[in-house]
């Protein structure tokens, strides 16, 4: 996915992720009734009646961040569940932590970029929620932001490959396993060269 900046990419990463999303999240909502699992300050009291796909879709329109950012903030939502599994991503707080993680990916990876207000107006919560969940966020990933050009390249490879497959894939055989805990993804253990796939239990 070396072309993020072509007009034809994004729009299908943002679909494929809003897809992906979804299932886990829906996933992790059946999950509820067999495996205890916390409430945090990204959880809303009822499901958001906006969409996952429809969500991010308004943040790339508004937020005017780097292509980039997205991966990034993939990465970071991989390593939060891969660090926090008590807290699954579901339909009750996957649009917090989409807007809290594409906010803290363009802080990291973009020179300039919009303050907390703004992100608040994007995602339609207060100014005081989204410095809540950005602190919550950041010591969640207990502050491990830097993602290494290798991670960067892996992630965006892996991404490219399940975009090009996704079309031939039946959903019910994707990566949410149905023997175990549903999974996000793919994790990748950034501490090894090899770089060698993990599932990440959510």
């Given at each position: 996915m070396a072309d993020l900046e072509s007009p034809n990419?994004?729009?299908k990463l943002i679909t494929f992720l809003s897809?992906?999303?979804?299932?886990?999240?829906e996933s992790n909502d059946l999950n509820r009734r067999f495996q205890t699992q916390k409430i945090s300050v990204f959880h809303g009291l009822t499901r958001p009646t906006i969409s996952i796909q429809s969500y991010?879709?308004?943040i790339f329109k508004y937020a005017n961040c780097s292509p980039s950012c997205f991966?990034?903030?993939y990465v970071y939502l991989d390593r939060f569940t891969?660090?926090?599994?008590?807290?699954?991503?579901?339909s009750f707080n996957v649009h917090r932590l989409l807007i809290?993680?594409?906010m803290v990916?363009?802080?990291?990876?973009d020179d300039m970029y919009y303050n907390n207000a703004f992100y608040a107006k994007v995602g339609g919560i207060s100014t005081t929620e989204m410095n809540f969940l950005e602190v919550d966020f950041l010591f969640g990933?207990?502050?491990?932001?830097?993602?290494?050009?290798?991670?960067?390249h892996t992630y965006c490879s892996y991404l490219q490959r399940e975009m090009l497959l996704q079309p031939h894939v039946n959903m019910a055989e994707s990566s949410l396993s149905t023997e175990r805990s549903p999974k996000l993804h793919l994790c990748f253990n950034e501490d090894e060269s090899s770089h060698q796939q993990q599932q990440l239990a959510v």
């Open positions: 990419v994004m729009p897809s992906l999303l979804q299932r886990v999240a991010l879709d308004r991966i990034v903030a891969q660090r926090q599994p008590a807290l699954p991503i579901n809290t993680s594409v990916a363009a802080k990291f990876m990933l207990g502050f491990h932001l830097n993602v290494t050009p290798n991670s960067f």
